[in-house]
């Protein structure tokens, strides 16, 4: 049912793609990041939340249609329907159905539970399009609610020896998770513009988030003990070095690996990701019940190969456009 193109992934029976990433009729979006989301389509259609979050990215003028979670719909004989991938606020799974077959695209998703995101659901199908960001067996991430409190305890020390805490992440996604766990009563939080928009989309969908975003007047001196938060575009640059004493950390799962922190010349790597670690794609792959899986962003080759000859499963590598939005702090 599906084909995968030039211009992204096709369904021809529905006359739609997934997560092109050239200009077409008609697309429908895992979730808003800038590798799945992108100009010139006609017509867009995604979950509820990641509406506000396209018209913030691709302009207020897209044609752009949102569905909740399990809602189904039609596009000509094609049922479709968006199921939750826990990787984002609002990032979906695309469930398609015709002629009894049932292929699901899971766009970027994890499994582990942040204590923000509706978690991952597992879909039972024909076929699964899996990403595979982390698809090698040295990653293997910490819970979420561990790495908040590592966070928040970190903070408390800077904040105790005279230091703000910046924090580098994702200004969608990330950044909110992170700040739906930080304890305001160690002092007060700032958020870099990036980060600031994003909060307020969210906001009208009835997310709230705390922090106060950084106006240009603002005066920096007397910010002292705050964390601040801030997407990777900033680092090094004179935005920053306006808050010192600070340290500063990154959150990905990169971080992993060992001499990250190092190479990032950071005083602080926090395991902190939005995707699958090995365990959780391996877990995820197989709860589908698929006999087809199609590997795409990341280790695709080597994941591909590992499904084929550790579950015999039918899995191939596909090459596709999907890369990091901001950079590879995933």
């Given at each position: 049912m599906l084909e995968f193109t030039d211009k992204g992934i096709y369904c021809p029976q529905a006359e739609l793609y997934i997560d092109p990433w050239k200009p077409v009729k008609n697309a429908i979006i895992t979730h808003g990041h800038s590798d799945h989301a992108r100009m010139g389509s006609g017509h867009y259609i995604c979950h509820q939340d990641t509406k506000a979050i396209l018209q913030l990215r691709l302009g207020e003028e897209i044609a752009v249609q949102g569905f909740d979670y399990a809602v189904p719909f039609y596009r000509k004989d094609v049922k479709i329907s968006l199921h939750p991938a826990g990787h984002i606020i609002g990032s979906a799974q695309i469930r398609l159905v015709y002629n009894g077959e049932v292929w699901v695209v899971s766009g970027d998703y994890k499994l582990m539970n942040d204590g923000l995101n509706i978690p991952f659901e597992s879909i039972t199908c024909n076929h699964f399009v899996t990403e595979s960001t982390f698809g090698l067996p040295v990653y293997k991430f910490p819970p979420a609610f561990e790495v908040y409190q590592n966070i928040n305890k970190w903070w408390k020390?800077?904040?105790?020896?005279?230091?703000?805490t910046i924090i580098i992440a994702y200004a969608?996604?990330?950044?909110?998770?992170?700040?739906?766990?930080m304890d305001e009563r160690i002092g007060d939080i700032f958020l870099h513009g990036a980060v600031a928009k994003v909060n307020e989309v969210y906001h009208t969908r009835g997310y709230n988030f705390p922090g106060k975003?950084?106006?240009?007047?603002?005066?920096?001196?007397?910010?002292?003990?705050?964390?601040?938060?801030?997407?990777?575009?900033?680092?090094?640059s004179p935005w920053i070095r306006k808050f010192a004493p600070y340290r500063i950390a990154v959150c990905s799962g990169w971080m992993q690996l060992r001499g990250a922190r190092r190479?990032?010349?950071?005083?602080?790597?926090?395991?902190?990701?939005?995707?699958?670690?090995?365990e959780?794609?391996?877990?995820?792959?197989?709860?589908?019940e698929a006999e087809n899986i199609y590997v795409t962003h990341g280790y695709q080759n080597t994941y591909a190969k590992w499904l084929k000859e550790q579950f015999g499963l039918n899995a191939v590598e596909i090459r596709t456009q999907f890369e990091p939005a901001t950079g590879d702090l995933e």
């Open positions: 020390q800077n904040a105790a020896e005279g230091f703000n969608l996604g990330k950044s909110q998770a992170i700040l739906h766990h975003k950084i106006e240009p007047d603002m005066d920096r001196k007397a910010i002292k003990g705050a964390l601040i938060l801030a997407p990777s575009s900033a680092m090094a190479r990032y010349g950071v005083d602080r790597g926090f395991v902190l990701s939005d995707h699958c670690d090995w959780q794609l391996n877990r995820a792959v197989l709860a589908t």
